[in-house]
């Protein structure tokens, strides 16, 4: 365990910068999960702090000694790869066992922390294996054993289960959690899935073009998105964006908070709005739906607005409106975001 | 792959294969036939491909009335030699090449290769000065050092191309496990790669066995004299030409290449066709 503070870092390739000026804080036995769409640096951070990477700029300490120094191995963390590069020619044995051995421990010491995080794995029955007779999830659990092996610090998780399939991944999930439950180690956890950062962090820390968006709990993005990015990011279906200038009735909705604040984006989750009867002239949002994707009880409704601007409503009654009619939606005022005209979060909040 | 749908293209391609492997094999079932033929049956003006008179005379004249044993040895020594050398340093350039981001690699690449190119012969004119000012013409060091200049580069290219398909990933797992360098290569890339050192293996073996003009341009000395010379030297004088011990001869030497080859052509041809299907 170890609590990891990440100072001022920067990286660039050449000219071209992938990220400056990063700080970032991570506490003894947080998960963590660095989110973000492809290319938004999240991997090259954790690459810069498994010490992959070269830092162009600024600090990574662990309990306040740096760290940048030193050689991948001597950083006391730990790697999971997503394609587990596991080594094809040797079984999971000594797959799991290979830096204990390069460390020069003692073979009895070797066999023994590897069955014991085995045990944590329910893979004692693989260690005689190679990775080519293992399945994926199989595979994946021997690459976590790897690492818990080597009794890191910190673990790095880099993208480790988008290799599987969906019902192996949500079963990864909940395994993943209570691991960390189980050893109480740091984890640094990089995905571009939502769903995975939202169900297994304990704080989500958002990426966009190198920048840190947004840090807090699944709960705080999720209710007070810290900018439109974040907003349209976290949630699906996304968030519906209306800018007020052209939705003014939207604006006497809300009431005078959102000229008062210089609100000049309004958002509303799918599952805020709720769909009434028949459009008339006083309604202040009104839509067509085209499309209706049903989930058994929960529908998703794609359509228009009047101003022709896309809409997602979710339902969760079961009935699904009528459609190519415009209806006319609803919702409570105190449900809605507000960003202003850079796209950032009104200040307290959206709602009154 | 060329459609052939039609009989008729079925059976050109038939007769060409057949005339190319006419080709390839005539010499080599001539050279057995001959190496069982009595003197008087070798010259006759009708030959015939099967012996009427088989005699082992001409292997027993290559063992005992020659130094063809000696010629084996030092033939396996330079070309043991060449081969091991060869995959030790192609192992090592192609890792660096495959693995290592440096500045000019593309540009060394190219010219490594671009350095097989230049004609076999026409190197020779410019190594022989050079082994003669080094003190290295008539030594097997030289020879060795001279087949190294022709099987490395192709050699190298051989491995890069199994080491480039290697993911990253696993070497930086093994960098995180604490791995340096050295150990990567040994443990891992390797062990991985080992068809590919067999194809390299024998590559250059088979390169240094099957040459004459190096050895003999090289090797003056008739004890250090390999097999290709030796046969020569031996059996085809200016004055009289032994067909028969010759022809011989030239089974025996070539035997030890074709054991070896037929046990591991397997990993030859995955060698040489890695990367190009993927």
Redesign the interface.
Known sequence: MAHVSIENLGKSYGATPVFANLDLDIEHGEFIALLGPSGCGKSTLLRCI???EQITAGDIRYDDSSIVEL????RG???V???Y?????KTVRDNMG??LK??KQPPEQIAERVEAAARILNITQLLPKRPRELSGGQRQRVAIG?AIV?DPKVFLFDEPLSNLDAELRAKMRVELSRLHRKIDATMIYVTHDQIEAMTMADRIVILHEGKIRQSGTPQEVFDRPADIFVARFIGAPAMNLFPLSRYSELGGVVGGQAQSLGAETLGIRPDELVVGGKATPSSPLVARFEVIESLGRQKLLHGETSLGDEITVSTHDGVAPETGVDLELSFEPGKVHLFDKNGNRCPDGASA | MIPLSHAHERWILRILIAVFVFFLLAPVVWMISTSFKPPEEIFRTSPSLIPDAPTWRNYLRAFTETDILKYLGNGLIVSSLNAGLTTVLAALAAYGFAKFRFRGRKGLMLLMISAQMFPYAVLLISIYPMFQWSGLFDTRTGLVLAYLVFALPASIYILFSYMVNLPDELIEAARMDGAGEGLILRELILPLVIPGLITVFLYSFMWSWNDLLYSLTLITSEDKRTIGPGLLLTFLGEMEQDWGAAMAGSVIVSLPVVLVFSLLQRFFIQGLTAGAVK
């Open positions: 498994a010490g992959l050689p991948p191995s001597d963390a730990a790697m790869f997503q394609s590069a596991l080594y094809p020619h290979f830096a390069i460390a790897r080597r």
